[in-house]
């Protein structure tokens, strides 16, 4: 496997500091990967990391995000009073925080659009949707729901410039080998004023000090960046992005799961297995047991996940 030594992709000179490192927990695969935080910046880094011709090995086919997003049968379109009703239940239960602001219906691209859930969601409101996405299998699940699919990396697709009203990508930015070169391909491809929503790790909450090397969304060496809300708002201003809010998203599935990992080394191995697989087989049961405090927590910036709004600066 291929290694590879960045600089700070903000261009900054100055030193780094060591923040952590640790090993591939989710596969099992080998190496060692270091994290390092810029000290100009606060922007940090998996360095060294897998060049992107060697990335592919760190993604098998059963990697979580390409499998188990199966669309569930909507209900029937709800009307009147129930609708209403309905959709703000679904905000206030959005764990995710992937809920969209008031936006008039338009076209939208979402990068990374794994096996096309979102890209149904956003179709059955009557948006004009397009996916580009790396794996082949997911984008060929996508593109049997009757979406327009890219396969690839977002390096090598190219769009028209002022092609989309919103652009979205969940959990994908710190996949990215250039988050600033990807990020500013796509406010090219928004058209002015367009929005864009990412949601990623977030590194500022107190679990990523208190887990280090335990932190479930640290996921060395997939995540090449580890961002907080101060470093992803420097990232989004060099790329033509301006950050409008930030929203934590309503779980704890990263502190139960970085809580498994650590069990795990103890020993305690049965208890540290269930606790991991809770982001992934917890289910909506667990989550809405937990929404209370999950709600809590993302009132105090402490869920460790958020999903960043930004509007294309300029014209
Ligand atoms: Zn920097």
Known sequence: MALETISCPLGCQGPDDFVVQGHDRQHGLPGEFTVVRCRTCGLARTSPRPTPESMGDY??????????????????AQTGLKARALAAAKTLFDTKAHSLPDLPVGRMLEFGCASGNFLKLMADRSWDVEGVEFSPEAAEAARALGFPVEIGALEGIEKAENSYDLVVGWMVVEHLHDPVGGLRKLARWTKPGGQLAVSVPDSGAAEARL?????????????????????????????????????????????????????EDKGWLRVGKALKDFPERGGRIGALALFPVSYVMASLNQTGRMTVWAERIGE
């Open 59 to 76: 993604y098998p086919d059963d990697y979580g995000p390409y499998v188990g997003t199966r669309i569930s049968a909507d209900a029937a």
């Open 211 to 263: 887990f280090g090397k335990r932190w479930y969304a640290l996921q060395l060496p997939n995540h090449l960046f580890h961002f907080d809300a101060s470093s992803i708002t420097k990232v989004m201003a060099a790329s033509g992005w301006r950050v409008t809010r930030i929203q934590r998203h309503r779980t704890m599935s990263n502190l139960i799961a970085s809580a498994g990992y650590w069990l």
